[in-house]
């Protein structure tokens, strides 16, 4: 069997059934290259997370550390982007993101500044309450590849005691680089947690708008339960995307529908799809993303077909 047609399977079992028109067909095919070469191809025989696996997942954490919990439930709607109380950034940047998380989710985004700052003293680095004047030590990371990076998972320890009492999930902007605990020389843009909270940091290794954008919104799809994805050329792909600069900005036709899925399982929204291109295809031409630009606009000229 030809491994074209291997793809062709896998990727359609990861659709399942009740893929709408509008998300695939096959004259939107070459927009979605496959992810996978011929060696990743015969190393996964199974698919990834199918549109079914997604519906049906309960909210304990699977095997990959991702849950999904209902949007709405506990009236939790919102995401929330939380940022140090000196953060270094500018407000326009953190105000471009947030738009861009609500034009890519279609869900309510907003800033929250915190009364966290961090603190480094001798070596040693933490996160500091300001308002209630409580120090919380984080680990740091004292190798060679990575000196100084602070452990993802001991900032999750610290702001998940911060989460806003309306947001569904919640993104805090870290000003120091960050390192996975599971790779000790690592240095990464990002992560996220099963409790619908993730970490993105300003150091982004892309070093780009675009890169850093990308990453927030890949790890808060995993904080909607949407686990990474090897059918398509998608922007959940398990690579590291804020390294790639030909990394996809959009979800692949199966993850967007488990996005239409989770917005409109909440009964208080629902994804218009044509709204939502023209949203995404407009701010990559206000950020100057040229190639997402003219990806969006094939994507929405192929629709009106």
Wanted: glycine share 6%.
């Amino acid at each position: 069997m030809k491994r074209g047609r291997i793809l062709t399977k896998y990727q359609a079992l990861t659709l399942g059934k009740a893929c709408p028109p509008v998300l695939w067909s096959a004259k939107v095919q070459h927009l979605y290259s496959t992810a996978l070469d011929g060696a990743l191809a015969d190393s996964n025989p199974e698919p990834s997370q199918t549109y079914e696996e997604f519906a049906a997942m309960e909210d304990e954490p699977n095997e990959d550390g991702t849950g999904r919990f209902q949007i709405g439930q506990d009236g939790r709607f919102d995401i929330a982007v939380l940022v140090e109380k000196d953060f270094d950034g500018t407000a326009t940047s953190i105000s471009d993101l947030c738009r861009f998380l609500e034009a890519f989710f279609g869900l309510p985004v907003a800033a929250v500044t915190t009364a966290l700052t961090y603190l480094v003293t001798k070596g040693r680095v933490s996160l500091v309450d300001q308002a209630q004047q409580v120090e919380f030590p984080l680990k740091v990371s004292r190798r060679k590849e990575n000196r100084g990076a602070v452990d993802a998972f001991t900032i999750f320890d610290v702001i998940s005691e911060y989460l806003p009492a309306t947001a569904y999930a919640s993104l805090f902007v870290s000003s120091f680089p960050i390192f996975d605990p599971t790779e000790p020389a690592s240095i990464i843009g990002g992560r996220a947690c099963g409790d619908r909270l993730a970490v993105l940091s300003a150091h982004s290794p892309g070093g780009s708008q675009r890169s850093l954008f990308l990453v927030a919104v890949h790890e808060l799809c995993h904080t909607l339960g949407i686990d990474h994805c090897e059918a398509w050329h998608c922007l959940m792909n398990p690579c590291t995307p804020e390294r790639d600069e030909d990394a996809a900005l959009e979800l692949c036709p199966a993850d967007l529908m488990k996005l239409m899925h989770a917005v409109q399982e909440s009964g208080r929204a629902s994804l218009d799809l044509i709204k939502r291109w023209e949203l995404l295809r407009d701010l990559c031409a206000e950020f100057g993303w040229t190639k997402d630009f003219k990806w969006f606009k094939s994507r929405l000229s192929l629709s009106a077909e």
